[in-house]
Each structure stands twice: as structure tokens, then as C-alpha cells.
């Protein structure tokens, strides 16, 4: 029964994902008997709003509070009968005014519980984030004992004033504590612990329940909250105890129980209390009660879900306080159910003394008849050395068995008699071919010869093979990446090596084979089934040399419940493991595996409980013996149970393998699924039918029934769900083995089916069709994306038909339109594209650079098409198809037709002028300059994560067509640049320049491209441009921004701080801005960007967006003002020279100082009066904070905490004088260092706006010089070829190339730059080809084999100075080289080379 009451959904908070009805389904399934909702009260203030609530008034928390109770409520109403519901609240104490809040909100919805927390100290969050706790931190003056009493103190006024029913995780305040490095815990202090005890002994006395929160594990403490030491005085204190999991999602639900179980167990917890509403008892009119639920941690509760290995079904529920028990139906049922755990339907050992493994032998001899000294199973029963089976009535229980062990492999066990393992071993392969004539006369073996699973497994393991892949492309339900897995020989001849179908996988895939003497040999995928979970590699056996493999015999007919197996294989990416298990099931339904995944199905599924998990795919299932009776093939993710496919489907596949024969496969596209003969009888099936059927099959239990049937398939129209199958071509058909066979034979051909639907008999012809015809075996690769064919596994996911364009992978140009993976295409450009040929001929009849219609729909909403717009941008990938070798696997290309290329003439397009209402003034004034920028990238590099940016830009040289926008709506040179004009006119551009320390961009368009459109430059006021002026702190504003609809936004504001700009270091390392003064405002508006102006739309300011990442390096954005001064150089170089100007930089980061630190720090009285005379209001310094790189002349002359006095002679007191330098190679400083003032004479470094010209792809690996972010973060630079990123499912990701490396030598030769490493590389590639060629392909001859010669040796260094050794595996194929160089003159600024 255990429960949780702290749980959170999507649907009412931010932070939380999914639905509430989710997270109750998700509580149902884990068979939670009580279920606690517990969403945030709200807030009353907006201050108090989270970041992910931006945009949203307290009204809306209020609302959204409502409407929760009101979804709670309902869902009360609709699952009441399965789970008890209570409906609370989480609290928060934030003001004084809270307490008076919450009580008036549990009055207003009569909630039944408090889940009485405190997330905040003194008005600040202090769970959030590790960013807002440490700022806590730094309000107490770096006290952490003082945050920790101001914690316990109010959270006493919060069970004071409130008296929650429940204490949520009481010790909260430790979240971010960092043990780690090593601080004393302020806990440990007797003034702080002294509060907690009194929290502790208040909450006892009132009769709170402390929770016991596992969620503490996933923020990376060590127990749940509270922790151990607070956890063992409420328990020596007699407190009363709950858990919960504080779920945030539905798959939140039980989150870490099993290590709260463990938990539970070590701190010698048993009892656990939970709330329920008052059924009865004295106190009537308590709507709750606590009920005690003894010996909780032996539940059953927790081994059904796999939380833990304990005996189930002792734990007692008693209501506390004199409340009334639990139904006595339900303690009945507990007891009961637990005498139903044995599967073969006896009772539990329990019920009868236990008999020794004599004992059992002794049975044995007795119910057989044999004489003391008979052998079986390895032990001597008595004296005499011999018998023969006839004597020990061998014969006789083969003859007994045989029809069962042929009904027991596909139909549901007969628990009251089908045969299990008990005392005797089934038949071993010795067996077979022998009838029962010379079974008879055959001596049963001698101790010497008994099975055994030592020598068994021995020679398995010679077998079994790990398997290594790489799916290096998207393509229908899978998706690229590596992975590990295992297969096994079944012919050892031929070299196939059996395995799953998600492991052979329909995508192209490059696969290895490790055998247990580590031996490597290449795979070929040369079969994988379109349905069942089954494949077939094929290897070359002449490339096996110290390892002779034999082949594992498949035995379907074998599998039995309660056999014991082994299942061997690659386990969790081990080499080899070995799990024990039992056979507990032969009839379980295929395992669902979530929609748009691949599924198996119309088959049965073997279940054991074996713990298997991923790697150990496509592991062999032994017997005794030494044969395959199974195909290892998933398992649960809560349980042990792992699920195994049956052989028999496989052995024929094999064989016409084996034959070089086509393996062929049919459908009518419809799934069935078994039901037992009670659930046919509510489907109307006639009690005739049921006894002709049990009379045919007596060991059947039910039959097939139609579960559903594809629309526009061939079963369409003809078969409905809940049809259930009597015959199929006159014969009666009972199990999905059957029903296949007579698929498979009849492809091209109709059958006749018989089904009883309601209470009539029904007979109907269906054409039997190609499953290999639904299964795609071909793909489209364009602009970086993979589409293909719908294909049978994807429609029946969702119930559509076959056919239509699947988006794989959306890629670069699909991603413009938003077409991402899962959408089905339905035309572009206004053409229909029902299949891949006609989607080729819509692509090669468009023209590059222009923006088309996509018509289409997500999978999830098939009935819900939209209508996107995409820019057509095929000119940095290759546009080809994409077809399967169905002899080798291997995908063979075709390069398509490419889209037209741009009109080479300059057509105008005229728009009116985007003007906005007097209303808005003075944005009235800047509209007309404003346009809108969409960049897409192609390419992850210069340490980019996202590939679309949005924007506002401001035109600053209409006549050159110069836009002026913020680096998080351009943050790199790579990309196409799409400017909206006018709000109508869509222009590609390009981009011009990259601010290097700034956060500015400015990108081009062709002026021609718009002819006589109205649009003008921005008006800069010119007191603010030259830098006379600057916005300050009071100052009055008017933002003109866009939101984010691209709507404008005008709001008149003040200036309310200006101050250095600080941005983290990211990473992966990318630009941020530095060194630069920004400006926030009073109510600032949520927009994308803008300009501030004064009231006639003069520009005072750039209103921009910054970006840089919060202490977990997650990407977060800040919108900040800045002065316009920051365009002056570059506006006037650009007018002047029609040139961008030089900038030089000292390299180091700067901040402020304030004068009494620098007093401190030993700066004279004579230079600070000097100072003073010049004093601006700031009264702050400038010092060196750190060093942005070490190479530089710069970096040798000036240390971290150097505060710069002058700069050539003048004072400086203005981050804008030696932020950067315009024109100078060098500078004269005065700093001040160790107390006195030094003078220096200081080289400055050229810093470049565009950094990256040249990029490398290279098996998988983007490879480039490094830009100034990546030498910011390294004390140097071990080489000039930095990996910036890998493509997933390439040989770069597979075997470790990770990025943030540097590759130093190649095969043991330096390498320094990109053309070095260019050069070295043709060198090797010409030097491995004729490897290859000496040795005829084959790998044969002394020295290396072909497959060793495709291995490339890198020595590579990250950014922690460590060198490692890397063997990547060549792939051209799939992973050909290119680079991109840029070129002005070409689309988008760059030019690609396909191949190197």
C-alpha cells in the first residue's frame, strides 16, 4: 500500500512536468492504495514569482490553485474506487502575512492536509537553484549558522501558526550545504541543533507526521530529508513518520524508493503512519485520521514494484487514536493473495514441514520405482550402478509430456497440470531423434556424465558474442547513436550470429563483434524481422582465427515453466555475465516498449526473473544442456522480470537464411492478442464454438481475437476489434504460430477468414500483403535530416496508415519550419508527397533560398495539419537517397537532384511602411526601423547548443544595409541570417560582424532586395553616441521592444542600477560578453529586445538580450541595457573606411573596486585625492580579475588583482577607456600591485569579429582552430585543432572523441594546425587503401587485417591536461570528410567542400 503525499504536476506547476491525472494513473500502477496531492499554495506578491513563472500575475496562481482543487476533486470522483485521494497543499512562509493567507485558503477549497514547508529565507527562494542559495548566503555575510537559525525560526512560526498535518522535508535548508568541499555543517553546532529539537518537540506534541522525502537524492545528499542524524532523534523522540517522493512528474511517482526502502531498513524503521479520511470512529467530525501501518517496510508494496527483495504481505494497517480498522475484506484479501504465490497452484511451504533434498530423492525412487543407487540429477539415491529408462518409466513420461511440451510454448499454462521442473531434468538433446522403443533400452548416466552447468557454459561462452554498434543515422522508430548488445552463433559455418531486431536494427548500423578471446570481426546485418524481436548478422569466418565457435542448437519446444536457465551475455555493458533465472511464464504479452518506439507483437513472450538490462539484448537463454530455448529480448524497469522471445518464428527464418532464401513475411496489417475463454464469452462468443474449440485444443485456454486493424490496410472494413478468430482457410486457428504460417504463405494471395463477432458468425476474403513492402528500407537525407516512409511499426503506433513521409531526424532545414521528428510531411511547395520519390521531385523542383509551405502533422495529432514555412537550405549538406543492400546491409547512395539555385537577378518586393498608432509613441518613431531576425545554424560549433535563434534588429545603414542586433540573436558566423523587412519582406542575409567583448552583431541584407520600401536608419541621439551623455541610475526611458510575438512592446521606465555586466564561463566555452557597463530597469517589460529613447525617439540605449549559464551550466538569458557609445567606432570606421575598425585588447577580464578596498589594498592618499577631484558618483575602480588567456604578451606583463590607475597618462574611471582599444598595438598602464604603483608598457592582442573560418568534419568530429571562449578556460593551448562537437551514432562518438579535446598527434605525428591535420590525414588514408589492396580486402596474410588497417591512432589532450590514446574506426561511407571555408561570395557566407 505505501503512499506518498507530496506530489507536484505540470499541469498547476511550472516546474513540474505532466498532467495531475498522470501522476494518479502513475500511483495506481505502482498499486498505491493512498495518494496525497500537494500542489504549491500560491504567492500574493510578484516578487515572490519563480523565474519559469515569468509573464504570469499572482491572480494567475490563484486561478491556477482553483482549478486545481477542482481537477483534484474530479479526479477523486473518477478513480475514488481504486485509490484514496486527499486533497492538500504545500505551503510556503514567506511574510508575516502567510500564515493568515493559508489558513484563509484551507477554509476556502476545505483542504484536507498541510504539507507545512519553507522554501524561502527572509523572502528569497533558497531551493531554486545553487546560485539564489549562495546569494542567501551572502545576505547573512557568509553566516551559514546564522541562515540555518533563521531557517528553524521561521519554520517554528510555520507549525506554530499553521500546525501542518505532515512536516515537509524538515531540514531543507541543507540542500545546497556544500559538504563536498569540505564546510562545516552548521547542524553540528548545539545552538543550531537545539532549534531544530525545539521544531522537533513542537511538531511531536501537536501530532505532525515528519515525511521522510526521497527526493534529497536527487539533489545529491546523501539520505532523504531529514537526514540521519535529525531522522534518529524524531524517532528516539517517538515522532511519527510518513515518506513521499516530492513528484514532480509522473514518472516522479516512487521516485528512489527503492533506496528509501534500503533507508527504511538501515535506520531500523518498520512502522510507518499515513493520512486517510475518517471513516468512522469517535472523532467524526476530523475529516483525517493517522493510520499506523505496522511492519511497513515488509509490504508488498515494495517488492511488486522492485524498490526491494523482502517477503511481501505481513504488514498490518491500524488506525491510530481509537479510529476505526481497515475492512476486514481487504486484510482477507492481503492473506489471500498470499497463499496464491505459488504459480503451479500449491500451497505455500509454509502450510506443510519442509523436506530435505533426501527426502525428495527418496519420493523420486518411490514414485518411479527405481532401486537405491540410481543417479539422477547428480546424486546417488541408493546402491545399484544401473537401470535402464524402460525400468524408470522414462518412456512413459515422454509419452505423457510430448503433447504438453508442444502446447506449453505458445499457450497459456495450465497451472493445475502443466509440467514444471521438479525432480527430474527435461530431455537433453541426446533425446531427440530417439522414439521410445530405444529410449527403452538406453542406460541412464552414470554421476560422471550428469548435466551439469560448469562444462555447459563453458562451451556456450565460445559462442556468445558482445556487440558493439553504431546506428549512424535516424530512420524510422530508432535513432542514431552507439550502443552495446549481445548475440550468439547458430551457424557456425555460415558465421550468422543471432540477435534482437532493435540490435541488427532497420537503420544503417556499423556493428562489431567481440568473442570471449577478444577477437574483433566486422558484421554485415543481413536479416532483421519487420515484427518480431529477432535479426541476423552475418560475419566472415576466415577473419575468425583463435576461436572456433560452435553452433547453440535451437530447442522452442524445450521451454517449460519452472526451468532453469542462464542467461548469458553483455549485461550493462559488461563483457560477459551470467543470470540465473526460472522460466515463471510462457504466455505473457509482448512487452510495450511506449508509443513510436518499436514494439513486438502477435507473439507470445517468455518471462523469467533474471534481472537483465541493457546490453544484454539478444542474449542466448540456456538449458542445462546447452541450448538456446529463448531470445533474450527486454525486461522491466521497476521489476526484475526480464522477457524472453520464443524460437519458433526464428528457426525458419534462420534455415532460409542459412539457404540464401528470401525470408518471407505477410500481413494483413491487423493485431491480434489472446484472450482467455471467460474474457470471449463477454465479447459474445457461443458456448458451441467454446466447447468445439476445448474439444480441438484441450489444452488451450482461450483464442484470438482482433485487437485492432489499420485503416486503408488490407483487413480494413473486413475485421473490427473484438472479432474473434474461429478458422482461417476452413482450418481452426488458435495461436499466433499458426495464424503467421498461413500469413506467411499466402502473401500475394487472399484468405478466408472465419471470426464470431457479437453473436453471429462471420466469413470474409482478405488479401494477404508484403510485410517487407511496409517495412522502409530507404531514406532521404536532406539539409542534415532523415525522412522515410511510414512505416508498419510507426502507423500502428498511432493507429494511421501506411505511407506518407516520416521525419526521422528534422535536421537543418526541416528544423526552419519547426517539422520536427515524429510529423508525417503531406506536401511541400504546394506538392503532394505521398512517398519518397515524390517528396525528391517537391525538393529538386524548389529554388535555394526560398521560403515554401510545409504541409504536415505530428503523429500524437493526426487529425490537427499545419502549416509551416521553410527555408529551403540544402547548400550545407548533401541531398541524396539512401538504399539497403539487402545481400550486405549496407546503405548504398544516390545524390538527388539539388534545388534550383538563387535567381541570379535582384528582384525588388515593396511593402508600405510598418508604422505603429501615436498611441505608442514614441515608438512611432523607431518602428520604421526595426526588423526582425531569424538565424538558423547548421552546425554545432563555437560551443553552440541550439540551432534556432529569433531576434529584433534596428537598421542602422539603410543605404549599405546594415542591421545592428544582440549576439543571442546572432551569436555566431555560421548560419543562415532570414531578415523581415516591413513585417512582410523576407530577406536572406549574412553575417557581417561579431562583436569579439560586446554584445552586438551586425548582420546585411541587399538594399536592392527592397527596393523603394520606407524604411530608415535608427536615430542615434548624438550626446549618447559620442559619449558625452550616458544613461544613469534614476533616469526616465522609453523601451521600444519586440515581444515575443513580434508585436511591439512600448512602456516608459527608469534606469534602475548601472553596473558591470557579469556572465559565467560556459560550456561548452562560447562568447559572453565582458567588460562592459549594463543597465536594468523598473518594470522591466518580457520582450525578445529593443532600444531606449527619450520621449522623441532619439536612442539613448540598446536594450538587449544577454546570454550566459547559471551554476549548473544550464543556458539562461538577461535582458540589459546598453549604452550606444559601444557602436560609435564601429559606425564611424564602417562610414569612413567602408571598413570595420581594429580592436585590441588587454585580455583580462575587468571589475570594480570600491576605493576603500583599494585603500586597503595600498593604494596612496595622494592618488586617491587625485581621484576624487575627478570623481564620478561611482567612486569605484577598475581591477583585473582574471586572465582571458596566457599566451599573449599581455598575459605575461599583468597579474589577477592588478588595479589600473591610468592608461597613457589619464586617470582611469570608466571601463569603456580599456575594455578594449581601438587602433593601439599598445598601451602604457600605472597599476597598482602589492602596494605600489607600477608603470607598463603593455602589447595589446588584435582580436578578430570573426573567429572562425575554416571548419572540419572528420568521422564525426567538427574539428576547428580554437576560438578565444575555448583559451579563456585552459592555462594553453596543447594544439590548434579543438573538437567543437560530435555527431551522435558517428566513429568520433563511439569510440571517445569527445568535445573539448585537442588532437596533438595523428598515427604519432604531431600535428600543430588545421592543415596539418588535413595533410596527415590523405597521407594515412592513401597508406591504409593500399593496405587494403595488398591484402585483397580479406585481412588475410601476415600483419594486420583490413579490419585493424580502418583503425587511426589519435593522441588527444582535454582541458584538464590529460593526455589520452584513441583508436577511431575510418568510415567514409557514412561518414565521408568536408570542410567549410568562408567565402563572401558564396550562399550564406561559406562555402562547403563535400569531400576532402
Not at 510507518?272 to 485520521?289: F, M, P, S, V
Not at 458451441?688 to 485487437?707: N, Y
Not at 539487402?886 to 528582384?907: D, F, H, I, N, Q
Not at 569612413?1136 to 585588447?1145: E, G, H, N, Q, V
Amino acid at each position: 500500500m505505501p503512499f506518498t503525499f507530496h506530489t507536484h504536476s505540470g499541469q498547476f506547476c511550472r516546474h513540474a512536468k505532466g498532467s495531475l491525472e498522470d501522476v494518479v494513473k502513475a500511483a495506481l500502477s505502482q498499486k498505491m492504495l493512498v495518494l496525497g496531492l500537494s500542489e504549491h499554495v500560491p504567492r500574493s506578491r510578484a516578487e515572490d514569482l519563480y523565474p519559469e513563472e515569468a509573464g504570469m500575475t499572482t491572480s494567475d496562481l490563484h486561478q491556477a490553485f482553483g482549478d486545481y482543487v477542482s481537477e483534484a476533486r474530479r479526479l477523486r470522483e473518477k478513480y475514488g474506487d481504486q485509490i484514496e485521494i486527499l486533497i492538500g497543499a504545500e505551503t510556503e512562509l514567506i511574510t508575516d502575512a502567510t500564515p493568515a493567507e493559508l489558513k484563509a485558503l484551507r477554509e476556502q477549497y476545505k483542504l484536507d492536509y498541510f504539507v507545512g514547508s519553507v522554501h524561502h529565507i527572509d523572502g528569497m527562494a533558497m531551493d531554486f537553484s545553487q546560485e539564489l542559495y549562495d546569494k542567501i548566503v551572502e545576505r547573512f555575510g557568509g553566516d551559514r549558522a546564522a541562515m540555518f537559525r533563521r531557517y528553524f525560526d521561521q519554520q517554528l512560526v510555520l507549525l506554530q501558526t499553521i500546525q501542518p498535518e505532515i512536516v515537509g522535508h524538515f531540514d531543507l535548508v541543507r540542500i545546497f550545504h556544500p559538504y563536498s568541499q569540505g564546510v562545516a555543517d552548521p547542524m553540528a553546532q548545539a545552538e543550531i541543533r537545539s532549534l531544530a529539537s525545539r521544531n522537533i518537540d513542537y511538531a511531536i506534541a501537536y501530532g505532525a507526521i515528519f515525511e521522510i522525502n526521497s527526493r534529497a537524492w536527487k539533489k545529491g545528499l546523501r539520505d532523504a530529508y531529514p537526514q540521519r542524524d535529525v531522522l534518529r532523534e524524531i524517532l528516539q523522540k517517538g515522532g511519527r513518520v510518513t515518506i513521499s517522493d516530492d513528484s514532480h512528474s509522473a514518472q516522479d511517482v516512487g521516485m528512489y524508493y527503492d533506496r528509501l526502502h534500503a533507508y527504511l531498513v538501515e535506520m531500523g524503521l518498520r512502522d510507518l503512519h499515513y493520512l486517510r479520511r475518517a471513516k468512522g470512529g469517535r472523532d467524526t467530525n476530523n475529516r483525517i485520521e493517522a493510520c499506523l501501518l505496522k511492519n511497513a517496510v515488509e509490504h508488498r508494496f515494495w517488492t511488486a514494484n522492485g524498490y526491494a527483495s523482502v517477503g511481501g504481505g505481513n504488514a498490518v494497517e491500524q488506525p491510530q487514536d481509537g479510529q476505526s480498522r481497515s475492512d476486514d475484506s481487504e486484510r482477507q484479501g492481503r492473506r489471500s493473495s498470499h497463499r496464491r504465490s505459488n504459480t503451479d497452484g500449491s500451497v505455500p511451504a509454509t502450510s506443510a514441514p519442509k523436506k530435505d533434498k533426501t527426502d525428495v530423492r527418496a519420493d523420486t525412487s518411490r514414485r518411479l520405482s527405481i532401486g537405491e543407487g540410481v543417479v539422477y540429477s547428480g546424486a546417488q539415491i541408493g546402491k545399484r550402478r544401473s537401470i535402464t529408462y524402460a525400468e524408470a518409466g522414462m518412456a512413459a513420461r515422454r509419452r505423457s509430456l510430448a503433447y504438453s511440451d508442444l502446447m506449453a510454448v505458445f499457450y497459456p499454462p495450465n497451472t493445475m497440470s502443466q509440467p514444471t521442473v521438479t525432480d527430474l531434468p527435461f530431455e537433453s538433446r541426446a533425446w531427440e531423434g530417439v522414439d521410445d522403443r530405444q529410449l527403452e533400452q538406453m542406460p541412464i548416466v552414470e554421476p560422471g556424465a550428469a548435466a551439469s552447468w560448469e562444462p555447459t557454459l563453458e562451451r556456450a561462452i565460445k559462442s556468445i558474442v558482445s556487440i558493439k554498434a553504431q546506428c549512424v543515422r535516424s530512420f524510422d522508430t530508432e535513432t542514431s547513436g552507439t550502443y552495446t548488445a549481445t548475440g550468439f552463433v547458430v551457424d557456425a559455418e555460415a558465421g550468422l550470429i543471432l540477435s534482437n531486431r532493435h540490435v541488427v536494427n532497420p537503420a544503417p548500423i556499423v556493428a562489431q563483434a567481440i568473442f570471449v578471446n577478444y577477437e574483433e570481426v566486422e558484421l554485415q546485418p543481413v536479416y532483421r524481422d519487420p515484427v518480431h524481436d529477432f535479426g541476423l548478422f552475418r560475419y566472415d569466418t576466415k577473419h575468425l582465427r583463435f576461436m572456433q565457435p560452435e553452433s547453440i542448437h535451437l530447442a522452442p519446444h524445450k521451454a517449460k515453466v519452472g526451468m532453469e536457465i542462464r542467461v548469458v551475455g553483455n549485461d550493462a555493458g559488461e563483457k560477459l555475465s551470467i543470470l540465473a533465472g526460472t522460466l515463471a511464464r510462457l504466455d505473457r504479452p509482448a512487452p510495450d516498449y511506449g508509443i513510436g518506439q518499436y514494439n513486438d507483437f502477435n507473439t507470445f513472450y517468455l518471462q523469467a526473473a533474471s534481472g537483465t538490462s541493457g546490453g544484454s539484448s539478444g542474449s542466448p537463454v540456456l538449458d542445462i544442456y546447452g541450448d538456446a530455448v529463448a531470445l533474450n529480448a527486454g525486461g522491466s524497469s521497476k521489476a526484475a522480470s526480464s522477457f524472453y522471445l520464443p524460437l519458433n518464428r526464428i528457426v525458419r527464418a534462420v534455415d532460409l537464411v542459412r539457404r540464401g532464401e528470401h525470408v518471407q513475411r505477410g500481413t494483413i496489417q491487423t493485431e491480434f492478442e489472446y484472450l482467455s475463454y471467460d474474457e470471449l464469452r463477454r465479447l459474445g462468443l457461443d458456448m458451441t464454438i467454446e466447447t468445439k474449440m476445448r474439444e480441438t485444443f484441450p489444452a488451450s485456454q482461450g483464442m484470438l481475437a482482433v485487437r485492432s486493424a489499420l485503416p486503408k490496410g488490407p483487413a480494413d472494413g473486413s475485421l473490427r476489434a473484438g472479432d474473434i478468430v474461429v478458422a482461417v482457410n476452413g482450418q481452426p486457428v488458435i495461436d499466433f504460430v499458426a495464424l503467421e504460417d498461413v500469413f506467411d504463405a499466402s502473401v500475394g494471395r487472399d484468405m478466408h477468414v472465419s471470426v464470431w463477432r457479437g453473436a453471429k458468425a462471420y466469413s470474409t476474403r482478405i488479401g494477404v500483403q508484403d510485410l517487407h513492402a511496409i517495412t522502409p528500407s530507404r531514406y532521404i537525407e536532406i539539409g542534415g535530416g532523415v525522412v522515410n516512409e511510414v512505416s508498419y511499426q510507426v502507423a500502428r503506433s498511432y493507429g494511421i496508415p501506411v505511407g506518407g513521409i516520416y521525419v526521422a531526424s528534422s535536421g537543418h532545414t526541416l528544423g526552419s519550419a519547426s517539422v520536427w521528428r515524429g510529423s508525417v510531411i503531406q506536401s511541400i511547395g504546394g506538392e503532394s508527397t505521398p512517398d519518397l520519390d515524390s517528396f525528391a521531385r517537391a525538393v529538386s523542383g524548389l529554388r535555394e533560398c526560398s521560403r515554401v509551405p510545409v504541409k504536415f502533422f505530428a503523429l500524437d495529432q493526426p487529425y490537427k495539419p499545419k502549416v509551416m514555412i521553410m527555408s529551403v537550405s540544402t547548400h550545407w549538406h548533401a541531398f541524396r537517397l539512401a538504399e539497403r543492400d539487402a545481400v550486405t546491409g549496407l546503405w548504398r547512395y544516390t545524390e538527388l537532384s539539388e534545388p534550383m539555385p538563387p535567381e541570379s537577378t535582384v528582384k525588388a518586393q515593396l511593402a508600405s511602411a510598418w508604422q505603429l498608432p501615436a498611441s505608442l509613441a514614441p515608438g512611432d518613431k523607431v518602428w520604421p526601423s526595426v526588423v526582425l531576425i531569424d538565424f538558423h545554424i547548421p552546425y554545432l560549433v563555437d560551443g553552440m547548443k541550439s540551432t534556432h535563434f529569433l531576434g529584433p534588429g534596428f537598421i542602422i545603414d539603410k543605404r549599405r544595409g546594415l542591421v545592428v542586433c544582440d549576439r543571442d540573436t546572432v551569436p555566431i558566423s555560421v548560419g543562415d541570417v532570414y531578415i523581415t523587412v516591413a513585417g512582410s519582406i523576407v530577406l536572406l542575409g549574412s553575417v557581417d560582424f561579431l562583436h569579439p567583448v560586446y554584445n552586438f552583431a551586425i548582420v546585411r541584407y541587399d538594399p536592392r532586395q527592397i527596393g523603394a520600401t520606407p524604411v530608415e536608419d535608427v536615430r542615434l541621439h548624438p550626446d549618447y553616441l559620442s559619449g558625452e551623455r550616458k544613461l544613469e541610475q534614476g533616469d526616465s526611458v522609453h523601451v521600444v521592444a519586440v515581444s515575443a510575438d513580434q508585436s511591439p512592446v512600448v512602456r516608459r521606465t527608469r534606469v534602475s542600477s548601472r553596473a558591470m555586466v557579469s556572465t559565467k564561463e560556459c560550456l561548452p566555452p562560447r562568447f559572453r560578453c565582458l567588460n562592459v557597463e549594463g543597465l536594468k530597469l523598473n518594470d522591466q517589460p518580457s520582450c525578445q529586445g529593443g532600444v531606449l529613447c527619450d520621449a522623441d525617439g532619439l536612442v539613448t540605449g540598446l536594450w538587449t538580450s544577454v546570454s550566459s549559464q547559471d551554476a549548473n551550466n544550464k543556458d539562461v538569458t538577461t535582458m540589459t541595457g546598453f549604452d550606444i557609445s559601444i557602436l560609435r567606432e564601429t559606425m564611424r570606421s564602417v562610414s569612413t573606411a567602408s571598413r570595420y575598425p581594429d580592436i585590441y585588447s588587454l585580455d583580462v577580464e575587468l571589475w570594480t573596486i570600491r576605493m576603500a578596498a583599494a585603500r586597503t589594498l595600498g593604494l596612496s592618499t595622494a592618488r586617491i585625492d587625485q581621484i576624487e577631484a575627478q570623481s564620478n558618483s561611482t567612486n569605484r575602480l577598475l581591477y583585473v580579475l582574471g586572465m582571458l588567456t596566457t599566451n599573449t604578451p599581455a598575459a605575461a606583463l599583468l597579474r589577477t588583482g592588478d588595479i589600473i590607475l591610468e592608461k597613457n597618462d589619464c586617470l582611469v574611471r570608466d571601463v569603456d577607456q580599456i575594455g578594449i582599444i581601438h587602433g593601439a598595438e599598445n598601451v602604457d598602464l600605472v597599476v597598482l600591485r602589492d602596494g605600489k604603483e607600477v608603470r607598463l608598457s603593455v602589447p595589446t592582442t588584435r582580436l578578430d569579429p570573426v573567429e572562425t573560418k575554416h571548419v572540419v568534419h572528420w568521422s564525426g568530429a567538427l574539428v576547428q582552430e580554437p576560438y578565444r571562449a575555448v583559451q579563456e578556460q585552459v592555462r594553453a593551448l596543447p594544439s590548434s585543432i579543438y573538437v567543437s562537437c560530435t555527431l551522435y551514432g558517428s566513429p568520433a562518438n563511439c569510440y571517445g572523441l569527445r568535445p573539448g579535446m585537442w588532437i596533438t598527434e595523428v598515427e604519432s605525428i604531431p600535428v600543430k594546425s588545421i592543415a596539418d591535420f588535413i595533410h596527415t590525414l590523405k597521407r594515412i588514408r592513401q597508406t591504409k587503401d593500399a593496405e587494403d589492396a595488398s591484402t585483397g580486402g580479406s585481412g588475410s596474410g601476415s600483419g594486420s587485417s583490413s579490419s585493424t588497417s580502418r583503425y587511426v591512432r589519435l593522441t588527444v589532450v582535454n582541458r584538464n591536461e590529460i593526455t589520452r590514446m584513441l583508436s577511431l574506426r575510418l568510415d567514409s561511407h557514412y561518414w565521408p570528410p568536408w570542410e567549410l571555408v568562408i567565402d563572401p561570395t558564396a550562399i550564406a557566407g561559406w562555402r562547403s567542400i563535400r569531400y576532402l
